[in-house]
């Protein structure tokens, strides 16, 4: 019985892989911005839900620890960490503020902030995006299907085509995996 599942997400996971090299050009601009950001001295910062909080913690951790070759850290935190400052800024505040906030605390002009979200309705991640824009933080998006949703919050979105979330985060840690790439080889002189 399994086995029609495990076939019908092969080739939905399949058909959304195929559209993926559209966003290349979008990509490399992003890895552009952060360069820049990293150059001066800046940061990069990620946040997201459920799922996508997960893959803002796995993003973050590959450049302040490691990806694949050994270079020096990079900066960069994930704004969903914190369960203190989730808490209190959810309780005393609105949990629609919990990234806004920290990223008013955090953030330097000339950061870079990634908003996660498959959906690109989550409130939170939008008031984040929309606190960049008056902090002088390059915003890049990460969304799906619906990126008419996201895409006038960011500098930069990289909207995978799928109306379903798993597929989407499926090519978000794909997207990730291809940034933190091409930092090491920068981090590296290449
Ligand atoms: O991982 C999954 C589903 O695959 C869930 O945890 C999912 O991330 C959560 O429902 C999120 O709250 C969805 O938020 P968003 O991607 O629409 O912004
Ligand atoms: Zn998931």
């Not at 990069?44 to 997960?54: E, F, I, K």
């Not at 959810?90 to 953030?107: C, K, M, S, T, W």
């Amino acid at each position: 019985m399994s086995q029609a599942i495990f076939e019908a997400y092969w080739d939905e996971h399949r058909r959304v892989l195929e559209h993926l090299p559209a966003l290349f050009p979008e990509l490399g601009r992003v890895v552009q911005a952060c360069v820049r950001a990293l150059e001066q001295g800046g940061k990069l910062m990620v946040c997201g839900n459920g799922g996508s909080a997960a893959d803002a913690q796995h993003f973050a951790a590959e450049l302040s620890g490691r990806y694949r070759r050994e270079r020096r850290p990079l900066a960069a935190l994930a704004l969903t960490t914190d369960s203190s400052a989730l808490t209190c800024i959810g309780n005393d505040y609105a949990f629609e503020q919990v990234f806004a906030r920290q990223l008013e605390a955090l953030a330097r002009p000339g950061d870079v902030l990634f908003g996660i979200s498959t959906s690109g309705r989550s409130k939170n991640v939008r008031a984040a995006l929309e606190a960049a824009a008056r902090l002088g933080v390059v915003r890049v998006g990460l969304t799906g299907g619906h990126a008419a949703a996201m895409r006038p919050l960011t500098d930069f979105c990289l909207a995978v085509p799928s109306a379903s979330t798993a597929r989407v985060q499926e090519m978000h840690v794909l997207l990730i995996h291809m940034i933190c790439e091409a930092l090491d080889g920068w981090a590296l002189g290449e």
